[in-house]
Nanobody, 125 residues
Framework: QVQLVESGGGLVQDGGSLRLSCAASGRTFSIYAMGWFRQAPGKEREFVAAIGWSGGSTYYADSVKGRFTISRDNAKNTLYLQMNSLKPEDTAVYYC??????????????????WGQGTQVTVSS
């Protein structure tokens, strides 16, 4: 069992930055690929970014490429998402996910082993 807790969300202006964190506890964090998803009101949950167990093999949604950076610190059991140049359309609840099937799997599937509870990101225009 893996427990995931996101933090770092909030209200930011158009063009601003935020850094999300996802703290993991339970089974060995480093064996899991990790990812970020988001869900805006009235929309389905969508993939944002994923990273392999070693920190390599990163994938990004086209909508966030060049603006968001995913990273992980296995010594701290923590996943990060640095979000720069935020836009109003980035407004959503952001969820972290963990899965044994790898980062490529996460980039194409929303059925994962574990989910966090989500953190709200609101970008004002």
């Amino acid at each position: 069992q893996v427990q995931l807790v996101e933090s770092g969300g909030g209200l930011v202006q158009d063009g601003g930055s935020l850094r999300l964190s996802c703290a993991a506890s339970g089974r060995t964090f480093s064996i899991y690929a990790m990812g970020w998803f988001r869900q805006a009101p009235g929309k389905e949950r969508e993939f944002v970014a994923a990273i392999g167990w070693s920190g390599g093999s990163t994938y990004y949604a086209d909508s966030v490429k060049g603006r968001f950076t995913i990273s992980r610190d296995n010594a701290k059991n923590t996943l990060y998402l640095q979000m720069n140049s935020l836009k109003p359309e980035d407004t959503a609840v952001y969820y972290c996910a963990a899965d044994r099937r790898g980062s490529l799997y996460l980039s194409h599937n929303s059925k994962t082993d574990y989910w966090g509870q989500g953190t709200q990101v609101t970008v004002s225009s």
